[in-house]
């Protein structure tokens, strides 16, 4: 199935990784892994070694945390994991970048990427409205993006406590 875009959204911790882990497996013998997350502290480094160490061997990993498109780009035919759009949005967000052009920007790299995309974000507002300026507009950058991958995308699904709930499309 190349070429097929999805869109893998849940809360924290609701099983969405290891959702488009599965899903990514069943496209092809090989993947890559394109990874946002940036190692700032102890937390976030074990939270990465256990990414890792679930996925084992046979991915290409790719640290990319704020420009994917060179990687998006390659012809290169192997399935694309990229994990995950929130954190992308946290990068550009403390990095100051223009967030219409990056978005935008992101969007044009997924849609031509001849590959399939396999794209895990975070559900973030379903809860209550945050008290402080930078909460409230990480909040609304995030669901403007998961909105627009939303759109592009050929499946969406949204895991909760595991479970896959098909929102637009079809599984691959």
Same mark, same amino acid.
């Given at each position: 199935? /190349?070429?097929?875009?999805?869109?893998?959204?849940?809360?924290?911790? %609701?099983?969405? $990784?290891?959702?488009? +882990? +599965?899903?990514?497996? $069943?496209?092809?013998?090989?993947?890559?892994?394109?990874? $946002?997350?940036? $190692?700032?502290?102890?937390?976030?480094?074990?939270?990465?070694?256990?990414?890792?160490? =679930?996925?084992?061997?046979?991915?290409?990993?790719? +640290?990319?945390?704020?420009?994917?498109?060179? +990687?998006?780009?390659?012809?290169? /035919?192997?399935?694309?994991?990229?994990?995950?759009?929130?954190?992308?949005? /946290?990068?550009?967000?403390?990095?100051? %970048?223009?967030?219409?052009?990056?978005?935008?920007?992101?969007? /044009?790299?997924?849609?031509?990427?001849?590959?399939?995309?396999?794209?895990?974000?975070?559900?973030?507002?379903?809860?209550?409205?945050?008290?402080?300026?930078?909460? =409230?507009?990480?909040?609304?950058?995030?669901?403007?993006?998961?909105?627009?991958?939303?759109?592009?995308?050929?499946?969406?699904?949204?895991?909760?406590?595991?479970?896959?709930?098909?929102?637009?499309?079809?599984?691959?």
């Amino acid at each position: 199935m /190349s070429g097929i875009k999805v869109l893998i959204l849940g809360g924290a911790a %609701s099983g969405k $990784s290891e959702f488009a +882990e +599965e899903m990514v497996y $069943s496209l092809g013998p090989k993947w890559r892994y394109i990874a $946002s997350a940036e $190692s700032f502290d102890d937390e976030m480094r074990d939270k990465i070694k256990r990414h890792a160490e =679930r996925r084992g061997e046979g991915w290409q990993v790719i +640290e990319a945390p704020l420009d994917l498109a060179p +990687e998006l780009a390659a012809e290169d /035919s192997r399935p694309v994991l990229f994990d995950c759009a929130t954190m992308w949005l /946290s990068n550009h967000l403390f990095a100051g %970048s223009d967030m219409a052009t990056a978005q935008a920007d992101l969007l /044009s790299a997924i849609a031509a990427c001849p590959a399939a995309v396999v794209t895990v974000t975070n559900e973030v507002g379903q809860g209550i409205v945050p008290d402080n300026a930078l909460a =409230r507009q990480f909040r609304e950058a995030q669901g403007r993006l998961n909105i627009a991958l939303a759109r592009q995308a050929d499946c969406v699904v949204q895991v909760i406590a595991g479970l896959p709930n098909v929102l637009k499309g079809t599984l691959p």
